[in-house]
């Protein structure tokens, strides 16, 4: 799935995406590149990365990027268990607050 940031929210995308089960990548793009990618697996945000920073603070600079476009892929499950960074609802909430 492809979308444009101006047509999209990246709340709403990270919402329709987390009803899945399945290992989600969400790779934000903008003109000049790569802009970060948020892995979601059901529910849940596992992990963060925009310019080489990690997490939560990865996760929170998105919201805040210039629009561009969005890819959605699904991809085979990592190896080890990650520790979950959050809900989607929960870290949603944390960045209007």
Same mark, same amino acid.
Do not use: C
């Given at each position: 799935?492809?979308?444009?940031?101006?047509?999209?929210?990246?709340?709403?995308?990270?919402?329709?995406?987390?009803?899945?089960?399945?290992?989600?990548?969400?790779?934000?793009?903008?003109?000049?590149?790569?802009?970060?990618?948020?892995?979601?697996?059901?529910?849940?945000?596992?992990? $963060?990365?925009?310019?080489?920073?990690?997490?939560?603070?990865?996760?929170?600079?998105?919201?805040?990027?210039?629009?561009?476009?969005?890819?959605?892929?699904?991809?085979?499950?990592?190896?080890?268990?990650?520790?979950?960074?959050?809900?989607?609802?929960?870290?949603?909430?944390?960045?209007? $607050?």
């Amino acid at each position: 799935m492809t979308g444009r940031l101006s047509d999209f929210h990246l709340a709403d995308v990270l919402q329709a995406v987390g009803l899945s089960r399945q290992y989600t990548a969400i790779e934000l793009r903008r003109t000049e590149g790569f802009d970060g990618t948020i892995w979601v697996k059901n529910g849940r945000v596992i992990a $963060a990365e925009r310019d080489g920073v990690h997490g939560r603070q990865a996760f929170y600079a998105m919201f805040g990027a210039q629009a561009g476009v969005f890819v959605v892929s699904r991809l085979p499950e990592p190896p080890g268990h990650l520790a979950p960074l959050g809900t989607v609802a929960d870290l949603l909430l944390e960045t209007v $607050a």
